[in-house]
């Protein structure tokens, strides 16, 4: 897939399902400064098509954005950062919870995570409650650029057990020196072929 074409369209407290919001979504989820928005910015080619911030907990809002006239990309708000207060932790997980029970434009989910690091409990919550939502998804585990190719089948061992997923299952990534993006884009292009709204 080659994007040709990014536009951010909207931010949004709670998700409303009307227009500009029309087309097929691709969601963008995982846990505070895993890089969702650094992803977002190195797939487009925009430096700043998406804010990004060494502060984790940046992004408190659904992001819309329009990709190729043909489906949104949504960036949801990254959960599990510690020093979030326990009102507003609940807040954004209502927030998500509310999005993907109510938008029937979902189609797909990238599900990042942090090649350095063992999944959180969080990581594995999300894993869980996206199977159980029948919400298809993708594993991308990010900051592939910190782990020698040598050492990232090591490191996604522990992803594999914690998130019940295969290593081909999982697309090294990094935004620093293009690790991956050939991989995700292409991947993108073949779960563009089959995107069509949820029947529940």
Request: proline residues 6%; hydrophobic residues 40%.
């Amino acid at each position: 897939m080659e994007i040709k074409s990014a536009v951010f369209l909207t931010s949004m407290a709670s998700y409303l399902q009307r227009p500009p919001i029309h087309l097929p979504q691709l969601a963008v989820v995982g846990k505070s400064n895993v890089g969702k928005s650094s992803l977002i910015n190195s797939l487009c080619n925009r430096k700043m098509l998406c804010k990004t911030s060494s502060t984790p907990g940046k992004t408190r809002l659904i992001n819309v954005f329009l990709i190729n006239d043909q489906f949104h990309l949504v960036d949801l708000p990254g959960y599990g950062f510690a020093k979030v207060n326990k009102k507003e932790k609940n807040r954004w997980a209502e927030m998500m919870e509310q999005y993907f029970r109510e938008s029937t434009l979902l189609c797909h989910v990238l599900h990042l995570v942090d090649m350095r690091h063992e999944p959180t409990q969080d990581d594995v919550v999300m894993s869980g409650f996206l199977r159980e939502m029948g919400i298809a998804s993708t594993v991308v585990a990010t900051k592939a650029d910190k782990i020698s190719r040598g050492a990232r089948m090591k490191h996604m061992a522990p992803i594999c057990r914690a998130l019940l997923v295969q290593p081909w299952d999982i697309i090294p990534f990094s935004c620093n020196d293009g690790t991956g993006r050939p991989e995700l884009l292409k991947h993108l292009e073949d779960v563009c072929q089959f995107l069509a709204p949820r029947t529940s």
